[in-house]
């Protein structure tokens, strides 16, 4: 079921299924990715309890072997709305059996929406319910239509700020795992759109503690920026050879799995560790000028 937020600025649409943003449009015009099948049927899946591929898709957890899908179980899953404002919408899941099955804890996971001008805040709730250390990833993973209305893929770039030096990590194909011994420290700012930079898959980067990313044209004033806190990892996609008209920019708190991993959910790199009964949370912002 989609539920819609308006105000003189944007239109955003949001679904149940996955608690997935599907709309975000200005002036009648769609900025957020219509999940034509051919190149890839999503628009902006949540991703929980991990971010990433699990090498040969499964882990190992207190002696216990558990299945999961790429980037979680969360984006197939039907979430409850538990609240809606003129402004807001709030979803959420909660453990059972199904997704004790393949994670073996006892939580509550909230997506929200807010309008605010220009913006779409979307923030990620974390509840630990259960009794032991909850070990978890989350992440977003919207995709942007470019062109936005004029021009070519080529004719975008994405800036990313601030310009630093950050760790790149590469992935390994066609596994999706990380390939950590190959990491290296480079600067990186902006960075012109083409389809053969995506030949690798993602691009993979550590965050600074508050960073944004913005996709720009040299042919209008259109825009895109996303930015985000307390995500310290991010990546930047686009389905290769496919073409496709999008780029997604996804800010992370979690990551795939290692090529040298052990399997074992406690070592595994880049996850959060909540202890019981705690919460913990984590913001993006999709700005649109």
């Known amino acids: 079921m989609k539920h819609t937020l308006k105000n003189n600025t944007l239109t955003v649409a949001v679904d149940t299924f996955g608690a997935e943003l599907h709309s975000v449009q200005k002036e009648g015009i769609e900025y957020l990715w219509q999940a034509a099948p051919a190149f890839w049927g999503r628009h902006d899946p949540v991703l ?3 971010v990433g ?7 190992s957890y207190a002696g216990k072997n558990y299945e999961m899908s790429g980037h979680g179980f969360a984006r197939d899953t039907e979430f409850k709305l538990v609240q809606e404002k003129e402004d807001e919408l709030v979803y959420e899941i909660t453990s059972n059996a199904d997704t ?3 994670y073996p804890f006892e939580f509550s996971f909230k997506v929200s929406y807010k309008l605010t001008g220009n913006q779409v805040r979307v923030r990620y709730q974390v509840e630990n319910k259960d009794e032991k250390t909850m070990i978890f990833g989350v992440g977003a993973h919207p995709a942007f239509n470019v062109p936005l209305e004029k021009g070519s893929f080529e ?5 990313i700020a601030p310009a630093e030096k950050r760790t790149f990590i590469p992935l390994d194909l066609p596994t999706g795992t990380l390939k950590r011994e ?3 420290e480079v600067e990186v700012r902006d960075i012109t759109l083409n389809h053969e930079r995506f030949s690798k898959d993602a ?13 720009t044209n040299r042919l209008d004033s259109r825009s895109v920026k996303v930015t985000w806190e307390n995500m310290p990892f991010f990546g930047l996609w686009s389905p290769y050879p496919a073409e496709a008209p999008f ?3 996804e800010p992370w708190a979690g990551i795939a799995d290692e090529v040298s991993t052990t399997g074992e959910l406690t070592e595994k790199f880049g996850m959060n560790q909540l202890a019981p009964h705690e919460t913990f949370s984590c913001e993006y912002v ?3 000028n």
Request: net charge negative.
């Open 100 to 102: 004790l099955a393949q």
């Open 247 to 249: 780029v997604c920019i």
């Open 53 to 59: 591929k699990l090498k040969d898709g499964h882990y």
């Open 48 to 50: 929980f309890p991990i």
């Open 155 to 159: 004719d975008y770039t994405l800036t």
């Open 182 to 184: 190959e990491q290296s």
């Open 286 to 288: 999709i700005e649109i």
């Open 203 to 215: 691009l993979v980067y550590t965050s600074s503690d508050e960073m944004s990313v913005a996709l």
